[in-house]
């Protein structure tokens, strides 16, 4: 079987998994062709309008990032909310990107892609790190954009919440508390 072959079919597999674990009245699908509902905003953290900041997480079709979203603020009272980053350890400049989540990385790897809309090309994804989001900071939070991953399968819009924090150089980073929680996936 060629690597392609079992890459489509993993990938397939994947998303047929995700569609049957998902039960329907969870799914929806907007005008748009977004999947899923936004979540509400984690204890800590509440709505503010920051337009620019979503329009930078909101990606076109094809192209990965937020289908839709909206901007949570820090509270400055609160403790800083955890995220999780999936990164590529051959790239440590990448440890502290701007693609988060709320919730721990769980495996096996497809299935982590499809969830995220991650072509296998972008990024190895073999380590995680977990940090506190900084007090003030606001973060574009929403479901994901279809991504366009040839030669390897192509990812739909996906029912999965991913947070877009605004880490937009070494000097400006809104994360803070980062410890590093080892290998992606983790070992069984």
Not at 29 to 45: E, I, K, N
Not at 51 to 79: F, H, K, R, S, W
Not at 159 to 168: D, E, L, R, S
């Amino acid at each position: 079987m060629s690597a392609l072959l079992r890459r489509t079919l993993v990938a397939s597999l994947s998303l047929i998994l995700i569609a049957c674990a998902t039960p329907p009245s969870q799914i929806s699908q907007t005008a748009g062709g977004c999947v899923g509902q936004v979540m509400q905003a984690p204890t800590g953290m509440g709505p503010v309008q920051h337009d620019t900041l979503l329009a930078n997480a909101i990606g076109a079709p094809g192209n990965g990032g937020l289908c839709e979203g909206v901007v949570y603020q820090q509270n400055a009272a609160a403790p800083g909310t955890t995220v999780y980053r999936v990164w590529d350890s051959g790239k440590p400049n990448s440890r502290l990107g701007r693609w988060w989540s709320f919730s721990k990385p769980q495996g096996p790897l497809a299935k982590y892609q499809a969830d995220n809309a991650i072509c296998p090309a972008w990024s190895r994804l073999n380590s995680v790190v977990r940090c506190q989001l900084k007090a003030g900071v606001q973060v574009a939070v929403g479901t994901g954009q279809s991504a366009n991953c040839a030669p390897d399968p192509d990812f739909p819009p996906s029912p999965v919440n991913q947070v877009y924090v605004p880490n937009t150089s070494p000097d400006d980073i809104q994360v803070e508390n980062c410890q590093d929680e080892g290998a992606f996936p983790p070992a069984m």
